[in-house]
Protein backbone atom coordinates (compact mmCIF):
# COMPACT_ATOMS: atom_id res chain seq x y z
CA UNK A 1 0.00 0.00 0.00
CA UNK A 2 0.94 3.47 -0.38
CA UNK A 3 0.11 6.27 1.14
CA UNK A 4 -0.75 8.31 -1.80
CA UNK A 5 -2.84 5.08 -2.75
CA UNK A 6 -4.76 5.60 0.79
CA UNK A 7 -5.09 9.47 -0.07
CA UNK A 8 -6.85 9.17 -2.85
CA UNK A 9 -9.13 6.57 -1.96
CA UNK A 10 -10.49 8.60 1.21
CA UNK A 11 -10.32 11.56 -0.98
CA UNK A 12 -12.68 9.94 -3.49
CA UNK A 13 -14.69 8.85 -0.63
CA UNK A 14 -14.11 5.20 -1.61
CA UNK A 15 -14.01 4.26 1.98
CA UNK A 16 -14.96 0.50 1.50
CA UNK A 17 -11.42 0.27 -1.12
CA UNK A 18 -9.51 2.49 1.37
CA UNK A 19 -10.26 -0.32 4.01
CA UNK A 20 -9.46 -3.18 1.69
CA UNK A 21 -6.27 -1.41 0.76
CA UNK A 22 -5.31 -1.06 4.86
CA UNK A 23 -6.33 -4.60 5.07
CA UNK A 24 -3.36 -5.98 3.06
CA UNK A 25 -1.24 -3.40 4.21
CA UNK A 26 -2.20 -4.30 7.67
CA UNK A 27 -1.92 -8.53 6.48
CA UNK A 28 1.74 -7.30 4.99
CA UNK A 29 2.91 -5.88 8.14
CA UNK A 30 1.99 -8.35 10.58
CA UNK A 31 4.06 -11.51 8.54
CA UNK A 32 6.97 -9.10 7.61
CA UNK A 33 6.82 -8.36 11.52
CA UNK A 34 6.27 -12.90 12.43
CA UNK A 35 9.48 -13.06 10.09
CA UNK A 36 11.29 -10.55 11.60
CA UNK A 37 10.28 -11.85 15.05
CA UNK A 38 11.26 -15.27 14.12
CA UNK A 39 14.90 -14.18 13.12
CA UNK A 40 15.62 -12.07 15.66
CA UNK A 41 14.85 -14.91 18.06
CA UNK A 42 16.73 -17.56 15.66
CA UNK A 43 20.29 -14.85 16.60
CA UNK A 44 19.42 -14.40 19.99
CA UNK A 45 19.77 -18.62 20.47
CA UNK A 46 22.24 -18.71 17.99
CA UNK A 47 24.26 -16.09 19.97
CA UNK A 48 23.69 -17.98 22.91
CA UNK A 49 24.82 -21.40 22.02
CA UNK A 50 28.01 -20.22 21.11
CA UNK A 51 28.76 -18.00 24.13
CA UNK A 52 27.28 -21.60 26.20
CA UNK A 53 30.19 -23.11 24.04
CA UNK A 54 32.57 -20.27 25.11
CA UNK A 55 31.43 -20.96 28.71
CA UNK A 56 30.75 -17.66 28.89
CA UNK A 57 27.52 -18.89 30.53
CA UNK A 58 26.25 -15.39 31.83
CA UNK A 59 26.28 -14.21 28.22
CA UNK A 60 24.87 -17.10 27.07
CA UNK A 61 21.59 -16.52 29.68
CA UNK A 62 21.24 -13.19 28.61
CA UNK A 63 20.39 -14.05 25.00
CA UNK A 64 18.30 -17.19 26.06
CA UNK A 65 16.32 -14.81 28.12
CA UNK A 66 16.25 -11.98 25.88
CA UNK A 67 14.84 -14.89 22.83
CA UNK A 68 12.59 -15.72 25.70
CA UNK A 69 10.98 -12.43 26.29
CA UNK A 70 10.34 -12.26 22.66
CA UNK A 71 9.02 -15.90 22.44
CA UNK A 72 8.17 -17.66 25.76
CA UNK A 73 7.67 -20.64 24.14
CA UNK A 74 10.66 -21.00 22.15
CA UNK A 75 11.38 -24.68 23.07
CA UNK A 76 15.33 -24.35 22.16
CA UNK A 77 15.67 -21.39 24.40
CA UNK A 78 13.94 -22.99 26.72
CA UNK A 79 16.36 -26.21 26.90
CA UNK A 80 19.59 -24.28 26.35
CA UNK A 81 18.88 -21.91 29.18
CA UNK A 82 18.19 -25.13 31.46
CA UNK A 83 21.74 -26.61 30.21
CA UNK A 84 23.09 -22.80 31.09
CA UNK A 85 21.83 -23.07 34.28
CA UNK A 86 22.23 -26.57 35.27
CA UNK A 87 25.74 -26.03 34.24
CA UNK A 88 26.52 -23.08 36.69
CA UNK A 89 24.38 -25.10 39.87
CA UNK A 90 27.09 -27.73 39.36
CA UNK A 91 30.02 -25.17 39.42
CA UNK A 92 28.50 -24.04 42.80
CA UNK A 93 28.21 -27.41 43.83
CA UNK A 94 31.61 -28.22 42.89
CA UNK A 95 32.99 -25.14 44.77
CA UNK A 96 30.98 -25.70 47.69
CA UNK A 97 32.70 -29.04 48.30
CA UNK A 98 35.98 -28.43 46.93
CA UNK A 99 35.86 -25.82 50.05
CA UNK A 100 36.97 -28.03 52.93
CA UNK A 101 33.06 -30.53 53.20
CA UNK A 102 33.12 -34.25 52.50
CA UNK A 103 31.66 -35.89 49.83
CA UNK A 104 27.89 -35.83 50.73
CA UNK A 105 28.35 -32.02 49.93
CA UNK A 106 28.01 -31.51 54.01
CA UNK A 107 29.74 -31.66 56.96
CA UNK A 108 28.32 -32.83 60.05
CA UNK A 109 29.63 -33.55 63.51
CA UNK A 110 28.07 -36.97 63.74
CA UNK A 111 28.85 -37.52 60.11
CA UNK A 112 27.09 -36.78 56.51
CA UNK A 113 23.50 -36.20 56.67
CA UNK A 114 22.32 -36.79 52.74
CA UNK A 115 18.53 -35.44 52.97
CA UNK A 116 19.81 -32.06 54.79
CA UNK A 117 22.82 -31.50 52.05
CA UNK A 118 20.49 -32.30 48.98
CA UNK A 119 18.43 -29.38 50.55
CA UNK A 120 20.55 -27.66 51.12
CA UNK A 121 22.30 -28.13 47.49
CA UNK A 122 18.55 -27.48 45.72
CA UNK A 123 18.35 -23.90 47.95
CA UNK A 124 21.34 -23.09 46.63
CA UNK A 125 20.70 -23.75 43.06
CA UNK A 126 17.82 -22.10 43.25
CA UNK A 127 19.34 -18.85 44.23
CA UNK A 128 21.54 -19.30 41.60
CA UNK A 129 18.94 -19.34 39.16
CA UNK A 130 16.86 -16.47 41.05
CA UNK A 131 20.26 -14.58 40.94
CA UNK A 132 21.09 -14.72 37.41
CA UNK A 133 17.72 -13.96 36.18
CA UNK A 134 17.83 -10.86 38.18
CA UNK A 135 20.83 -10.24 36.89
CA UNK A 136 19.92 -10.28 32.88
CA UNK A 137 16.48 -9.55 33.19
Known amino acids: MTQQSFAALVAAGD ?13 ETRQDYA ?3 YRLVQLHINRGYCNQKLNLNR ?7 A ?8 ITALLRKGQVLQSLGKHAVRML ?3 SVNNSGCKHSSGPRPSVCSAAVAVHQQHLRQSAQATFS
Open 67 to 74: ALALMPSN
Open 15 to 27: FGSAVKVLDGAID
Open 59 to 65: KALKDYD
Open 35 to 37: AAL
Open 97 to 99: RSS
